[in-house]
């Protein structure tokens, strides 16, 4: 049986003066607040949701996590996910022999209703990084449900830009507006990069949005890459251009190993030192062109169209999406990752099987450079053919009052 647990490590409640949502206890307004309660209850009536059991307090270095799933069911969270031809795995990195701080990347997997399926991987970073990117997990799948933007992905697929838009603007009010209270000024100096995907059943079209350098590729089923999305850096001339005119410069970092990085200050100042242009939180650059607008493409993996035209009808159906933080990209370049996931399929790997093998590949890739050092590590592996959602049968007879159980 499942073993009481919460998922949320801060508990947000509703205003006391809150009104009920107007519209139903399942499909929310964006402007509703999203409180513990809320979400909980959001997903009900076929939809799920599929994040990872984080720890309170402290972390074991390269500990990899178990997960979390709503609705309560007793099923394991990972074998609703292979059902479904997904598989994610979430390891905490090391920064040092004694490092026992929380992992910050965090997950998630939302079946949205009506065939729509958001999968995400986010990146912390700073003093409380590990918060803002557990909360936009949780609550960017949650505001991207709402009746607004289920709304524009109804009304027309020319929509799914502004539907992203407003669900990440939206996201990062929640954080301001949630961890500011509690963290206060350690949200000027944290946040988290962010990379979702958005499929449809039925539908041969991708849709990925991001902010950071959190990145998504798309692959043949022999592992070529022939889609994959851009880090918002400071090497991007069009993403220096917009944070040095609205006020941060440019520094270069150069590290005892010889390698030089650029990172963005405050114009004059020797803070946040970050090293993307995009991002949630950040609260210090935030109105210095540091913004969370993601940008937002749209993948086309019909045969004949776009990168695909040399295929034949049915050649994708084996091909694959990987969603991944940059402890997997930092020393690894994009067609290498999908040479070793085709390498590892033609070997006869499941999605499920090769991932570890794909961390401990990135592991010894920080070994290489970084001695000890490893940052954390986060690969969410899907298919390109949208699944036909079988969602998990309820568990009824949890006694937890609409919580959440750990499965283990």
């Known amino acids: 049986m499942a073993n ?26 964006v402007s509703s607040k999203a409180t513990d309660e809320s979400m909980r209850n959001h997903w009900t009536g076929g939809k799920f949701f599929i994040h990872p059991n984080v720890p309170v307090g402290e972390e074991t270095p390269k500990s990899s996590r178990n997960f979390k799933i709503l609705p309560l069911t007793k099923e394991l969270p990972q074998d609703v996910l292979k059902r479904h031809g997904s598989a994610c795995i979430n390891v905490k990195g090391k920064k040092s022999e004694k ?45 991207f449900n709402s009746t607004e933007c289920s709304s524009l992905l ?92 609205m006020g941060c410069e440019i520094v270069e970092c150069k590290h005892d190993d010889g390698v030089t990085l650029q990172k963005i200050n405050v114009a004059g100042q020797n803070y946040p030192a970050i090293s993307f242009t995009r991002s949630f939180g950040d609260q210090c650059v935030k109105e210095l062109g540091v913004h969370a607008k993601p940008q937002v493409e749209h993948w086309d993996t019909a045969p004949g169209k776009g990168m695909f035209a040399s295929l034949k009808e049915g050649s994708l159906e084996g091909g694959f999406v990987l969603l ?26 499941s999605a499920e099987e090769l991932l570890p093998d794909l961390v ?16 954390d590590i986060t690969a969410l592996l899907v298919t390109v053919k949208c699944p036909v959602a079988q969602p998990p049968v309820p568990d009824t007879s949890c006694s937890c009052f609409a919580g959440i159980c750990s499965v283990m």
Request: glycine share 8%; hydrophobic share 35%; net charge negative.
């Open 154 to 245: 109804m009304e027309s697929p020319a929509k799914i830009d502004a539907a992203f838009e407003l669900a990440f603007e939206r996201t990062q009010k929640d954080v301001v507006d949630t961890l500011g209270p509690v963290f206060g000024n350690k949200l000027m100096f944290s946040g988290t990069t962010c990379i979702c995907l958005l499929r449809q059943e039925g539908s041969q079209m991708l849709h990925v949005a991001w902010v950071g350098d959190s990145k998504a590729i798309l692959m043949k089923p022999d592992g070529t890459v022939v889609y994959k999305t851009e880090d918002h850096k400071p090497e991007n001339p069009v993403e220096r251009d917009r944070i040095t005119t």
């Open 4 to 29: 009481e647990d919460d998922l949320t490590r801060l508990t947000i409640k509703a205003d006391a003066n809150q009104k009920p949502d107007a519209t139903n206890a399942v499909l929310s307004s």
């Open 360 to 375: 401990a590949f990135s592991q010894e890739r920080w070994r290489e450079n970084e001695d000890d050092y490893c940052d």
């Open 324 to 349: 991944a933080s940059d402890g997997v990209w930092e020393f690894i370049e994009e067609q290498e990752v999908g040479t070793f996931i085709g390498n590892k399929m033609k070997e006869g790997k």
């Open 99 to 143: 490092d026992k701080t929380v992992g910050q990347d965090m997950f998630s997997v939302t079946y949205l209703g009506n065939g729509w399926w958001l999968d995400l991987v986010a990146d912390g970073h700073g003093t409380v990084g590990d918060f803002v990117a557990d909360r936009v997990s949780r609550t960017l799948p949650h505001f």
